[in-house]
């Protein structure tokens, strides 16, 4: 096997709070040689020297196609604006505070590196919908429509990559590990792929989603529409009224639903039911909202209405809030006792329905401002920007923990709360919050995973896998690894 990784260091420079705080350290792997998917022959380059402002370079030993400019460092004033607009409005997580969103990292790295671009023409449709942190992710969950056109794709198949957004066709091969710490989270450790054509293998490599390595208009699954067998890239058409359907890929046409048969991924196409209808399961609800079922096991189709009593907002119309009853939701300012009670975009916080502004966004710092900076963060001189060692705190830090006014780092032993899920914050550098609740040191190449399946910077835990879990008894191993046993990246 090959190995190629290069970690540097933060840039210098003037950028605004946001755009360098996102960015952090560029993680960039070397280059190396090995044998890609399909067998084929391919490179994995460095990014670009950003600094220089060069626009020669490319990924993969390759030029755009379609007549596209060979890719280069695309990290310009106009890209850094529309990342940090989009940043303001939709960086309100304590991940994405603390700069420990991998799909955020993946992303902003890739358009220093040149392997994608930000379509600045674009953000006012996409932010329109508030769209939350998963505008970032090219996987499962995937950006909303309105912002289809938010990222422009720069590397050609056999490039290195991190996210389905660098490839200007097909998807982004990577394996499980280059997706588990923010740290090595955009290296360029994955290689564009093609997708596949009717027929073609699919395994969710990378944890990519699985059908997005096939064709537009093919998933990945099995002939007879589950995922229970060496999985393909298929066709499915929509069944009609009586027909088989089958999840997680035969669906109804509209206006049926699939009627499962008890404990079964198979069921049968049926009329979808009306709210008020009675019914014996959420599947025949327009819905799919069964309430109230009596002892013989028969309800009626939600949702329910404006003043009728609620158990959760899932049970209220669209557009109520579920506050004992459904209601119309609390406007921005009203007051409040929980979060369920305030219109979208807003939480309750003392006791008052808030607007949580993202990282960059402009902030009032006065007490009876009705808005608030997102956890993590405060209002320094009109923007919000995440807290870090040394501010002053009266609530959670970006970095470390709030102790005496102060945002500290913990000292290797010290009780702690796993608050950053990846970087063990609150701990300091190069130690994690494990699973015994004290602050330890992560393991360097070659030792054993800690507690948590944890590596120090720029390296993976050998037993992390694709359900997120990493049993603790690997080896610490360097990225960007090309592996020529099965063709894939490891």
Known sequence: ?????????????????????????????????????????????????????????????????????????????????????????????????????????????????????????????????????????????????ECDDLWVPLTPLGGACDTDFDCINGFCERSNYSRSRPEYAAGGCGICAPRGAQGALCSSHGWTGADRECAPGLQCGCPDGTDQCDTTCQAYAAAGMGERCVAPHIECAESLACVYQHDGLDGTCQPTLAPGAPCTSDDVCRDALCLDLDASGVGHCGPRQTGEACAGVDECATGSVCDMVCAPPRERGEACQSSEQCEGGNECVDGTCRLILGLGAACDPSPTST????????????????????????????????????????????????????????????????????????????????????????????????????????????????????????
């Open 371 to 490: 808005d608030r900076c997102a956890t993590g963060a405060t209002c320094l001189g009109g923007v919000c920007a995440p807290l870090r060692l040394g501010d002053a705190c009266n609530a959670e830090c970006a970095s470390g923990t709030c102790q005496n006014g102060r945002c500290v780092s913990l000292a290797p032993g010290a009780a702690c709360t796993a608050d950053g899920a990846w970087s063990g914050d609150p701990c300091g550098s190069g130690l994690e919050c494990g699973r015994s609740k004290t602050c330890e040191a992560r393991p360097a190449l070659g030792a054993p995973c800690s507690s948590e399946g944890y590596c120090d910077s720029g390296h993976f835990c050998s037993m992390c896998d694709d359900s997120a879990e990493c049993s603790g008894n690997g080896t610490c191993e360097e990225i960007c690894v090309l592996g020529e046993a099965d063709g894939g990246i490891r």
């Open 1 to 145: 096997m090959l190995r190629a990784m290069r970690l540097g260091g933060p840039r210098a420079g003037t950028w605004l709070v946001v755009w360098a705080f996102a960015l952090g350290a560029t993680i960039a792997c070397g280059e190396s040689r090995g044998h890609g998917p399909q067998g084929r022959d391919v490179a994995t380059a460095g990014a670009p020297d950003v600094a220089s402002g060069g626009s020669g370079g490319t990924v993969g030993g390759a030029t755009g196609s379609g007549g596209r400019a060979p890719i280069g460092s695309m990290d310009t004033p106009q890209e850094r604006a529309a990342v940090e607009r989009v940043l303001a409005a939709v960086c309100t997580t304590p991940d994405c505070v603390a700069g420990l969103d991998f799909e955020v990292l993946r992303v902003t790295r890739g358009i220093q590196a040149g392997r994608l671009s930000i379509n600045a023409d674009a953000v006012d449709a996409c932010l329109v919908v508030r769209p939350n942190v998963y505008v970032f992710d090219s996987r499962i969950t995937g950006p909303p429509p």
